[in-house]
């Protein structure tokens, strides 16, 4: 058989670099940029080869599988749905829907099968319903929806065309941008440079990011809200900003005045660890600027105060102008132009809240924190059953360690993924999709939150075995199973024969004929999904336009610059502070700030199954500063303890100015050393799970996110023996 080269994209992260995959024999051969690509232009990372890699990893499971005792057996999809219908209906007819507990992960939000989900979410009709955005982006909503009155209102930073760049909390240079699409980030911040403007980096660690930069700024972990409320004292007393123009676009100046108007960069500058001159000048700069924009991300949504500093880095961009004009933050005309509806959907904030009453719903959905707890607290709404889909919580999120327990000790739990995980090993049934290489695709969510506005077309590689299902049509069976259907037999399979009609693409070209850019609008010269998939590398709709005015979804169509609980919840934040009081309090002992970190050949916790992605040195480590390192009598190298109020690992320590003094960064998704995993290559590098030292009561004060970078460790020389877990293995197996 002569090779073929199919034009597709990689869908591992936001970026969704157009990729040209070349097959052999059935076998990829080749994967390299598509130069045609509309978005990425021919860029890809190191990663974008795993997608050959988890094609044909032996590991990954190619048929549902049943748990029988310790081990897992292969079952046949109709008798998989049966049961999983069967049990699921027990648990919802015995204890109501709340029983059913749901999980999607992130790689959902990475193919059309999240509507589907979404679906099944509604059917179930359950409260308990959680997600990775809220260790994630939750807070970035939360002020959208508070600003912008909608949660899907977060905008884009307009990359392409500012002059000054200034990123908190993100590293893009590795994760190639997140909630802005922006694929070869690293070439789009050179751009900025060379056409003129200047590049700023605010991170307790000088990031790859950082070096790209003009300018670094180690912030203290967490003081990036104090940073940013002298920033706006700065541009307030100085006058540097146009009163008239906000006045005219947004409510709410006066109570930001009022609420800034102690807080000098002096007062400000030993708790943000920055000095005082620095604050000013970023101010400064920020306003002078013919454009300019803040971009922040995980770093500083991961926080306590997640939500405080979104809002200010929204509202810094807003005062100086910068918001919905180009070069500053943007919002995107998409070909389905999902904002633009969104606004009328309810977030459902408070709607209920977890049993102990601590945490509101937020978006239909309760803080993935209380995950474990809901599970394991006996009782009037106990979550007895679990849906997961496309996500290991075991690994990613911060349960005290007591999620496996909690899974084990479900009545049914069916898992949709492709691998026995440290998460899905815990499951009755695990269902896994075909490989993404086996799907065609149209997403219709990253072009909401991408750099230039355009349509593309994911093709498949390889047609998909002839029992294989996708996500969407796992999803939409398990929705036929949980309806309350009349005649169950007869009805779901007249049921289950509608959804076969409706295919994420389907779904795509309504959406498409239908948006701003369709055949409805624009007649026969309008844009479809089959133009977009006969371009190759898609097709460009050009630069985000300036709209804000159409999607806001306020009452009087103004940005709230100054929502009443975030002014009162930031002065309480400035009032602690003049008494001495920091953000989050140490235990005794605890000293150094514990924060994350992301590897380029990373993807949270499920790539470290391709040999080609493990390869090299261990990436599991502890990052710390030299003086940090000789103050505990600590060499590179060497395996540390690292300890929490809540938990201990033992991880490599490695050494280096890159971090700020007092800060220890760690990666997330490694701890792959349980036993159980069918991730052969992954468990002889298991490295230790980061999310066991982080406390699940330790959120955002607003959204509930859990605030992961507002922990406080202690590192000591590990005990003798004590290596077990950080993996420090060689790769075997190709
Ligand atoms: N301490 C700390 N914790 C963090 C973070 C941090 O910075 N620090 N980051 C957080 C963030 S931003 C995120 S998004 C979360 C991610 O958290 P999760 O989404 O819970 O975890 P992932 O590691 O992405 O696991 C994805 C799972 O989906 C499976 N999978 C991959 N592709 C598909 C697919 O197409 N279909 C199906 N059905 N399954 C698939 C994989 O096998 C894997 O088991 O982690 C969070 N956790
Ligand atoms: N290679 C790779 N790419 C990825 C992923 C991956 O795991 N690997 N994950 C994907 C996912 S799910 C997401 S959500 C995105 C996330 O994309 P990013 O938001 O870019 O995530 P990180 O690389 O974790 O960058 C967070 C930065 O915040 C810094 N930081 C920590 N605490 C603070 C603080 O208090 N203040 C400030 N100013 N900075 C702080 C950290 O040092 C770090 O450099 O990446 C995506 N892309
Ligand atoms: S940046 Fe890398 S992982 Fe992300 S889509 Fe592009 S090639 Fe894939
Ligand atoms: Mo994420």
Redesign the pocket.
Known sequence: MSASTIARQCTLCEAHCGILVTVEQYRVTRIEGNPQDVLSNGYICPKATAMGGLHHDPDRLRTPVRRVGASFEPVGWEEAFQEIGQRLRKVRREHGPSAIGMYL????A??SSVLYAILLRAVLLTRNFFS?SS??QFPQEFVAWRMFGSNVLMPVTDIDRTDRLVVLGANPAVSNGSITTMPNVKQRIRAVRRRGGKVVVIDPRRTETARLADQHVAVSPGGDVYLLLAMLHVLVTEDLCDEAAIRSVSTGWDQVCALVAEATAERMAPLAGVDAQTIRVLAREHAAAASAVLYAR?GVS?QVTGTLTHWLVNMINAVTGNLDRPGGQMFATPPVDVARYTKYLPVGYGAWTDRSGAYKSFRSELPVVVLAEEILAEGEGQVRAMIS?????V????QRGRLSAALESLDFYVA????I?E??RHADIILP?VS?LEREDVNILFPVFSVRNNLRYDARVFDPPADGLE?WQIMARLITEMLPLPARRFSGRVLNAVFDRISPVRVASWGVAVGPYGVLRRGRKGLTVAKARAAGGGIDLGPLRPRLRSLIGTKDRKVRLAPEDFVAAARVVLDDARQGKALTTPAEGYDLKLI?R?HLRS????LHNVPAMVRGRHRCTALMHPVDAAGRGLSDGELVAVSSPIGSIVVPLEVSADIRVGTVAIP??WGHGESGVGWTVAASVPGAN??LL?DPALTDMFSGAAA?NSTWVAVTRAPAGSGGGTGVGAVERE
Request: glycine share 10%; proline share 12%; aromatic share 8%.
């Open positions: 992960g992130n790689p959902a990475h193919s990775a260790i994630d995980v991961q889909y496309a996500g290991n919580p690994l990613s999120t911060p949709v993924d492709m691998y995980t998460t899905t999709p993404p996500d994350g992301r993807n949270n916790s499920w997330h998704g980061v999310n982080h992961v």
